[in-house]
């Protein structure tokens, strides 16, 4: 049976999710990321309309607006995606049990047992492209290709509104005339040095004699040239393993106020554990994240002695680190918590406080049942609550 693998990338995830939400957006340049008065934020993502102009995630708004000032700026709405990317990966699960959701807008699955149900790779893509927008209005890109790495790189080259198939034994045909820049694992660093050994396309990388490569890269050599070829071995990991889960903000002017940094904070961490909890997880690792006014960037991390999912050691292990981030006395800009080292939520308790833990992860428990019903906002601890009832961050960004 030949191995057929799928990757699905919804286009302009959170832009068309807000198009959808609100149909006065269809069809004009919108910017995700903040609204224009949030200048310190940076663009999560941008319409297709507003690509146009140059405007790109990850871009700082003051330059979104610059580029595009007759773009909509809006903050977005963590939830609703989430919502869309639970639907997308429900229908993923009817073609194939081995689905992996590599992010919140992108997906691989394995398809080689599912070709005589759904008609071939073109019926099993019609099938998820049709049924996606049926029940998201969604639009998205869809690749089938002999591995994960061509089918990645055939979906970003047929974006968006797209669906490519790459047939066994054309993976480097296919690959052949893309830029260079396009190859997974070609950073900007390897894409300059290969400039300069007259590398333009990834077919030009592939014809490279391996004498020239192991000289420029070393070792790496050996996997570029793989790679270019579209050799590649990797597995659909059903199960996905997030490495870290952590909330960041920049405020709309820089603090020396630790009282009000600290709260925030304790915000940021309350939402980074429901996040963990949600899904099943426990973190060992704490890191608190300081931008301070002339962009240095520290972070100061813990690691602590069990694995926990329970708001109250987060705390404990961020008020251990914040008087680091107090030493220097500069006022800070960009304030983040990340949890990380993870391992499914099945710990051993240790017996001495295993009581209080157990009562507490109850609690929390209940919290989250309600928040799944209300919102996350409407239960908080009293240190977050303290920032008011509707708090407003800016730019709901992804870290990457
Ligand atoms: P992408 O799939 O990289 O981008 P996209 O879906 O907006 O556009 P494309 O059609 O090119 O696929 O990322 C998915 C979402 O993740 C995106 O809509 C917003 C969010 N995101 C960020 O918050 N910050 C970032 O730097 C990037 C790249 C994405
Ligand atoms: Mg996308």
Same mark, same amino acid.
């Given at each position: 049976?030949?191995?057929?693998?799928?990757?699905?990338?919804?286009?302009?995830?959170?832009?068309?999710?807000?198009?959808?939400?609100?149909?006065?957006?269809?069809?004009?340049?919108?910017?995700?990321?903040?609204?224009?008065?949030?200048?310190? !934020?940076?663009?999560?993502?941008?319409?297709?309309?507003?690509?146009?102009?140059?405007?790109?995630?990850?871009?700082?708004?003051?330059?979104?607006?610059?580029?595009?000032?007759?773009?909509?700026?809006?903050? *977005?709405?963590?939830?609703?995606?989430?919502?869309?990317?639970?639907?997308?990966?429900?229908?993923?699960?009817?073609?194939?049990?081995?689905?992996?959701?590599? #992010?919140?807008?992108?997906?691989?699955?394995?398809?080689?047992?599912?070709?005589?149900?759904?008609?071939?790779?073109?019926?099993?893509?019609?099938?998820?492209?049709?049924?996606?927008?049926?029940?998201?209005?969604?639009?998205?890109?869809?690749?089938?290709?002999?591995?994960?790495?061509?089918?990645?790189?055939?979906?970003?080259?047929?974006?968006?509104?797209?669906?490519?198939?790459?047939?066994? !034994?054309?993976?480097?045909?296919?690959?052949?005339?893309?830029?260079?820049?396009?190859?997974? !694992?070609?950073?900007?660093?390897?894409?300059?040095?290969?400039?300069?050994?007259?590398?333009?396309?990834?077919?030009?990388?592939?014809?490279?004699?391996?004498?020239?490569?192991?000289?420029?890269?070393?070792?790496? *050599?050996?996997?570029?040239?793989?790679?270019?070829?579209?050799? #590649?071995?990797?597995?659909?990991?059903?199960?996905?393993?997030?490495?870290?889960?952590?909330?960041?903000?920049?405020?709309?002017?820089?603090?020396?106020?630790?009282?009000?940094?600290?709260?925030?904070?304790?915000?940021?961490?309350?939402?980074?554990?429901?996040?963990?909890?949600?899904?099943?997880?426990?973190?060992?690792?704490?890191?608190?994240?300081?931008?301070?006014?002339?962009?240095?960037?520290?972070?100061?991390?813990?690691?602590?002695?069990?694995?926990?999912?329970?708001?109250?050691?987060?705390?404990?292990?961020?008020?251990?680190?914040?008087?680091?981030?107090?030493?220097?006395?500069?006022?800070?800009?960009?304030?983040?918590?990340?949890?990380?080292?993870?391992?499914?939520?099945?710990?051993?308790?240790?017996?001495?406080?295993?009581?209080?833990?157990?009562?507490?992860?109850?609690?929390?428990?209940?919290?989250?049942?309600?928040? !799944?019903?209300? *919102?996350?906002?409407?239960?908080?601890?009293?240190?977050?609550?303290?920032?008011?009832?509707?708090?407003?961050?800016?730019?709901?960004?992804?870290?990457?």
């Amino acid at each position: 049976m030949q191995r057929r693998i799928l990757h699905i990338d919804m286009d302009a995830f959170f832009a068309s999710v807000e198009q959808v939400r609100d149909p006065r957006l269809a069809g004009k340049p919108l910017i995700v990321g903040g609204a224009p008065e949030d200048r310190r !934020g940076v663009v999560s993502t941008a319409s297709y309309e507003a690509r146009k102009y140059g405007v790109h995630s990850a871009m700082s708004l003051t330059e979104a607006h610059r580029l595009c000032p007759h773009g909509i700026f809006i903050r *977005g709405n963590f939830e609703f995606y989430r919502e869309a990317s639970k639907k997308v990966h429900a229908i993923l699960g009817r073609v194939s049990p081995l689905v992996q959701m590599a #992010s919140i807008d992108e997906a691989y699955v394995e398809v080689s047992g599912s070709q005589r149900l759904f008609g071939g790779d073109d019926g099993i893509a019609a099938f998820i492209k049709s049924e996606v927008f049926r029940q998201t209005s969604l639009p998205c890109t869809v690749a089938i290709a002999p591995n994960k790495l061509v089918a990645k790189v055939g979906s970003d080259a047929a974006k968006p509104d797209g669906y490519v198939r790459v047939a066994e !034994g054309s993976e480097a045909l296919f690959l052949a005339p893309l830029p260079i820049a396009k190859l997974p !694992g070609a950073g900007p660093k390897t894409c300059e040095a290969l400039e300069l050994l007259g590398v333009r396309t990834i077919g030009d990388l592939a014809a490279l004699p391996i004498s020239r490569l192991l000289a420029a890269f070393g070792p790496m *050599g050996y996997a570029l040239r793989r790679t270019a070829q579209g050799v #590649s071995t990797s597995a659909v990991e059903t199960e996905h393993i997030p490495k870290s889960i952590g909330r960041e903000t920049t405020f709309p002017k820089d603090l020396l106020d630790w009282k009000h940094i600290e709260r925030v904070l304790h915000y940021l961490a309350e939402k980074s554990l429901y996040a963990l909890r949600e899904e099943g997880m426990e973190a060992q690792r704490v890191t608190l994240k300081v931008r301070y006014a002339d962009f240095s960037t520290y972070t100061f991390a813990r690691t602590l002695e069990q694995p926990t999912a329970l708001d109250s050691d987060v705390f404990a292990a961020l008020h251990e680190l914040l008087p680091r981030g107090r030493e220097r006395p500069m006022r800070v800009r960009l304030i983040g918590v990340s949890l990380s080292q993870f391992t499914h939520n099945q710990h051993q308790l240790p017996l001495f406080c295993g009581q209080l833990t157990a009562k507490w992860e109850r609690v929390l428990e209940s919290v989250d049942r309600v928040r !799944g019903k209300h *919102g996350f906002e409407c239960l908080r601890s009293c240190q977050s609550m303290a920032l008011g009832r509707d708090v407003k961050l800016a730019t709901p960004a992804l870290s990457r």
